[in-house]
Nanobody, 126 residues
Framework: QVQLVESGGRLVQAGGSLRLSCAAS????????MGWFRQAPGKEREFVAA????????RYADSVKGRFTISRDNARNTGYLQMNSLKPEDTAVYYC???????????????????WGQGTQVTVSS
């Protein structure tokens, strides 16, 4: 497994932007699929975006498509989630996750991932 630490969450006004980071340590991050999930109060954890080891395959939830961009820098062992045009409904704790299987880039299930960060709070005010 890899150890993951998210950062970058804060309070932002609707229409604003944030970039979340996910710093990885431990086993070779570059071989892992990386995903971002979020969980709002009283709701289940939901898939946001995923990227395969090379960055060649990327998927987004329909709710963030066109507004969020997932990326990774394997040389820095870091993943990113650029969030633009934020809406109040984007308010949640955001988690990054990593999984060994390349196939999980096509999965929206949190159970597909092996390692999780502690989460970072994103609050979007209206």
């Amino acid at each position: 497994q890899v150890q993951l630490v998210e950062s970058g969450g804060r309070l932002v006004q609707a229409g604003g932007s944030l970039r979340l980071s996910c710093a990885a340590s431990g086993r070779t991050f570059s071989s892992y699929t990386m995903g971002w999930f979020r969980q709002a109060p009283g709701k289940e954890r939901e898939f946001v975006a995923a990227i395969n080891w090379s960055g060649g395959t990327i998927r987004y939830a329909d709710s963030v498509k066109g507004r969020f961009t997932i990326s990774r820098d394997n040389a820095r062992n870091t993943g990113y989630l650029q969030m633009n045009s934020l809406k109040p409904e984007d308010t949640a704790v955001y988690y990054c996750a990593a999984g060994v299987s390349g196939a999980i880039v096509y999965s929206s299930s949190s159970g597909s991932y092996d390692s999780w960060g502690q989460g970072t709070q994103v609050t979007v005010s209206s």
